[in-house]
């Protein structure tokens, strides 16, 4: 069993930044493919962005790549997104999700453990 809680949302202007983090209980933490997907108001969750157990591999939907970052610190179970250059649309609330691989997964059903969303609102 894993539990994963986000922290980090907030407010921002556009074109501005945000570093969001999850924290992940477990001692099986460093074993786990890591996901972080968001969903905006009457939207489906999209997978954003994912990073594989040792952090040696990431991937990234289109619309972050070159913008969003993620990492992760398996000393520390936490995964981290850093998001420069933001813009209006990508407001959403942003889920931190674990999934039972040590390879990159892109879609949901391919995650175990989710947490409980952070909201993330960009102003233009």
């Known amino acids: 069993q894993v539990r994963v809680v986000e922290s980090g949302g907030g407010l921002v202007q556009a074109g501005g930044s945000l570093r969001l983090s999850c924290a992940a209980s477990?001692?099986?933490?460093?074993?786990?493919?890591m996901g972080w997907f968001r969903q905006a108001p009457g939207k489906e969750r999209d997978f954003v962005a994912a990073i594989n157990w040792s952090g040696s591999s990431t991937y990234y939907t289109d619309s972050v790549k070159g913008r969003f970052t993620i990492s992760r610190d398996n000393a520390e179970n936490t995964v981290y997104l850093q998001m420069n250059s933001l813009k209006p649309e990508d407001t959403a609330v942003y889920y931190c999700a674990a999934g039972r691989y040590r390879d990159l997964r892109f879609k949901r059903d391919e995650y175990d453990y989710w947490g409980q969303g952070t909201q993330v609102t960009v102003s233009s």
């Open positions: 477990g001692r099986t933490f460093s074993t786990y493919t």
